[in-house]
């Protein structure tokens, strides 16, 4: 099962020409489109519009599902609107307002386009070949590899939670969640810890 | 000299748990001895022992030898040098995104060259019979192909004592027999911790039981397994192998 079963977003989704492009401008530009949209000054309006119908256009070419998008954008917007909502208290609140979640959006959605047409492994490579220092990139791609480790084990942990789960009441099932959080993080300390054992029988210094 | 040396180890868990209890043995090289014994009676912890994996502090007047080398907190990078540990849970071992990354990490920890460290991925990926897998991610193989992934990371490190935990549990009957026959054509000296009865009958002339802690017995492979009272004592039983080998 376990080569089978897979959080969605194990290799990209897209098949266009992004996908084909060099990581590292993919990269660049990713980064200078956000930097622009970022530094737009107030009342510039217009020019966000032509960064969102670049975007569209970009998403239409590498035929990402846009439902698929839509459902990432809706996962990640109590972020936005956590820090979007803030600026109501300030004087001119609602345009502020406006013009924050218009900006978080569009960056949200450059990494999206990014994450979805860059294979993990490219980017790590970028990132190494950019000289970042190399226990961020180490831990970066251990959390790569053991993220679907840990999907695959909670999958597992629910489905044997389900089977055993005959009352239908939502107080039990909150309980046996919290209990199955609990143990995925005692089993991915553990883990963990073994995983650091293999890595030193190996001559990990 | 021996290839592994082990004079009376002991192990006590932090929780108080007795896991080896004044543990002797002696391995020669080019041996391949089997380490069976029930769940918990001590093998994986043994294992880990003799790569320098456990006690955090080395106390005690127990001792583990490699090759006439006393594993000692100065020389855990000699004696893993020497022994290639294979972990039981592939997921455990197999850590880089990619197959030939996994397999080049043990190498380049040694400080070879690109061009020898590619060669080694290339050979220890021949060897387990996984060449052209180089660039398949990790996690997307079975769990048969991990098996093989971990040993091939092993062997590219060139160990002289290789050490298995349970290298055949998961296993489906093909795989089992395939893993068995590479096993048998790698020359290193081999300690395999398992429950795999027939293997142990196949590839071990020599056996070592473990139970609670204790060396139990320790012997030919066949006295042993035939020895029925013995082996219901201890959690096993006679392997139907051994029932073609003698019939009654």
């Known amino acids: 099962m376990g080569a089978h ?32 949209v970022v530094l737009m000054p107030r009342g510039q309006w217009p020019a966000l519009l032509v960064v969102m119908a670049l975007l569209l256009a970009l998403i239409f070419a590498s035929r990402i599902s846009w439902w698929f998008l839509l459902k990432r954008m809706l996962l990640l917007e109590p972020l936005v ?38 294979p993990a492994t490219g980017m790590l490579r970028v990132l190494q070949w950019l000289r970042v220092p190399w226990l961020f990139i180490t831990t970066l791609t251990l959390m790569h590899r053991y993220l679907f480790v840990l999907a695959d084990e909670a999958e597992r942990m ?28 005692v089993r991915a300390s553990e883990r963990a810890e073994r995983i650091y054992d293999a890595m030193c029988a190996r001559g990990w210094k | 000299m021996n290839a592994i040396e082990i004079t009376n180890l002991k192990y006590r868990y932090a929780d108080g748990t007795e896991a080896l209890r004044s ?36 106390n005690g007047d127990g001792a583990v030898k490699i090759y006439g080398e006393t594993l000692a907190a100065g020389n855990l990078e000699s004696i893993r040098r020497q022994v290639g ?30 061009n020898e460290i590619a060669a080694r ?34 062997l ?51 056996s070592i039981i473990l139970d609670h802690g204790e060396i139990v017995a320790d012997g030919r492979t066949l006295d042993l397994l035939g020895d029925e009272k013995l082996m219901l004592a201890h959690g096993l039983e006679m392997p139907h192998i051994l ?6």
């Open chain 2, 85 to 114: 540990l294979v972990f039981q849970d592939p997921d455990d071992q197999l850590f880089c995104p990619t197959v030939a990354e996994d397999v080049a990490f043990g190498p380049q920890q040694l400080g070879l060259t690109e």
């Open chain 2, 243 to 248: 029932h073609h080998l003698h019939p009654h």
């Open chain 2, 23 to 58: 543990i002797s043995f002696r391995v020669l090289p080019g041996e391949c001895v089997a380490l069976l014994g029930p769940n918990g009676s001590g093998k994986s912890t043994l294992l880990l022992h003799l790569n320098g994996l456990l006690p955090e502090k080395i």
């Open chain 2, 121 to 154: 991925v290339k050979k220890a990926l021949a060897q387990v019979g996984l060449s052209g897998f180089e660039n398949r991610a990790t996690h997307h193989l079975s769990h048969g192909e991990k098996r093989r992934a971990c040993l091939a990371g092993v």
């Open chain 2, 156 to 206: 590219a490190c060139e160990p002289k004592v290789l050490v298995l935990d349970e290298p055949t549990s998961d296993l489906d009957p093909r795989g089992r027999r395939e893993f068995k026959t590479m096993l048998r054509t790698l020359p290193a000296t081999k300690l395999i911790a398992t429950h795999d009865l027939e293997m142990a009958v196949e590839l071990c002339a020599r």
């Open chain 1, 5 to 36: 079963h897979h959080p969605p977003h194990h290799h990209p989704h897209a098949h266009g020409f992004l996908l084909r492009l060099p990581v590292g401008f993919k990269l660049a530009a990713a980064l200078g489109l956000i930097l622009t």
């Open chain 1, 81 to 118: 609107l956590g820090v979007a909502g803030l600026m109501l208290l300030q004087p001119d609140g609602l345009a502020r307002c406006a013009l924050a979640m218009a900006k978080a959006n569009l960056c949200l959605l450059v990494t999206l386009l990014l994450s979805q047409t860059t």
């Open chain 1, 158 to 185: 629910r489905r044997a939670r389900a089977s055993r789960t005959f009352t239908p009441q939502h107080r039990f099932q909150w309980q046996a969640l919290a209990t199955v959080v609990g143990q995925l993080f």
